[in-house]
């Protein structure tokens, strides 16, 4: 997902730095300035990369975008929401915990649910590989990324 809105922007090389690997520069001539961070923790300890990052760049919370898998979304379905609950997404807990609020953006990209409740059948679930076609999962990667373009615009609009 990284790598394609790096792409999409045309952005240098990442830098490590903030436990991760950040690129900065803008969505295109004139556009936005952005910083794409992509944690190099486990999911459940992203916060700990993601909240000194937006420290150190002064970026205000209602202007961050997290983009994550979502069990509770079908597969290929994608929604934009400012804050709102974790749903026992420990990731999000992470973030939260590292950014102090749980008011920031977050595009949610439908991964489905596994067919057990079972934590550990969950836990490989998520953590596995997708058993849609090669295709499908590029398509909701290109469509994660639009999304996520669409509120970079909408963002910079507002302010």
Known sequence: MASELAGRW???????????VI?????????PRVALLQPRTYMNESGTSA???RGSL????????????????????IKARLGGGLAG??????LKRGFGDPEFWRVRVGVGRPASTDPEIVSA????RFSEPRAEVEALVAGA???TERLVERIASEA
Not at 89 to 94: D, E, I, R, V, Y
């Open 145 to 147: 990324a639009q999304e």
């Open 23 to 31: 690129s900065e520069g803008r969505t295109g001539p004139g556009g």
């Open 125 to 128: 679930y998520v953590l596995g």
């Open 89 to 94: 997404h420990n990731g999000l807990k992470s």
């Open 51 to 53: 909240g000194p990052a």
């Open 58 to 77: 002064k970026v205000p919370l209602d202007r961050v975008i997290v983009v994550h898998d979502e069990i509770d979304l079908p597969f290929g379905e």
């Open 10 to 20: 045309d952005l240098p090389k990442p830098k490590q730095k903030f436990n991760g």
